[in-house]
T-cell receptor, first 113, second 114 residues
Framework: DVKVTQSSRYLVKRTGEKVFLECVQD?????MFWYRQDPGLGLRLIYF???????EKGDIPEGYSVSREKKERFSLILESASTNQTSMYLC????????????FGPGTRLTVL | ELKVEQNPLFLSMQEGKNYTIYCNYS?????LYWYRQDPGKSLESLFVLLSNGAVKQEGRLMASLDTKARLSTLHITAAVHDLSATYFC??????????????FGKGTKLTVNP
């Protein structure tokens, strides 16, 4: 069975802290994605990666960076957390086959105080 | 830039009724996806639609795709309370580097009342 896990379900951090959100998939997928989800705005793509050490900016990359040192792990980094980064963060992975779909992790609800 | 619009954004319906959610997108795309999200949970894949005229059905949900009109529909037949959730459509888009990404609609929050 497909599995995408995220390091925390809930996280509370203070403004200015460095925050790491981790995502692990066990399906040997090449493509991994980070989204944030906010009420009324739907899902917005932050960064994605189509291979180890490769990354591409999504639609809202400002204030975030990513790391993909191993195929199964994709980390989202908030260098200096701000209150406007309070959100639900969702990780997803995709193998890239014609009929494949993105498989989502359970999400991390991050609150920045 | 690809834009994906869903309507309605909120839908309250009675059990047993039928209704359709619409998903319009602005540029040509190869694939369209429908996802379901329950409150406090993550997204679950419902359908992947690959070609013009594609129709897929599971239970009381049926999705179709018209690539010429750039329109997909999610039809709900004889709604039951268990279908209450938020439904998202998403469309494949080519990113600048040539890889693919999904662009999501804002979601339709469906509430089925007894």
């Amino acid at each position: 069975d497909v599995k995408v896990t995220q390091s925390s379900r809930y996280l509370v951090k203070r403004t200015g802290e460095k925050v790491f959100l981790e995502c692990v998939q066990d399906m040997d997928h090449e493509n991994m994605f980070w989204y944030r989800q906010d009420p009324g705005l739907g899902l917005r793509l932050i960064y994605f990666s189509y291979d180890v050490k490769m990354k591409e900016k999504g639609d809202i990359p400002e204030g975030y960076s990513v790391s993909r040192e191993k195929k199964e792990r994709f980390s989202l980094i908030l260098e200096s957390a701000s209150t406007n980064q309070t959100s639900m963060y969702l990780c997803a992975s995709l193998s890239g086959g014609v009929t494949d779909t993105q498989y989502f992790g359970p999400g991390t609800r991050l609150t920045v105080l | 830039e690809l834009k994906v619009e869903q309507n309605p954004l909120f839908l309250s319906m009675q059990e047993g009724k039928n209704y359709t959610i619409y998903c319009n997108y602005s540029t040509t795309s190869d694939r369209l996806y429908w996802y379901r999200q329950d409150p406090g949970k993550s997204l679950e894949s419902l359908f992947v639609l690959l070609s013009n005229g594609a129709v897929k059905q599971e239970g009381r949900l049926m999705a179709s795709l018209d690539t010429k009109a750039r329109l997909s529909t999610l039809h709900i037949t004889a709604a039951v309370h268990d279908l209450s959730a938020t439904y998202f459509c998403a469309v494949d888009s080519l990113a600048q580097g040539g890889s693919e990404k999904l662009v999501f609609g804002k979601g339709t929050k469906l509430t089925v009342n007894p």
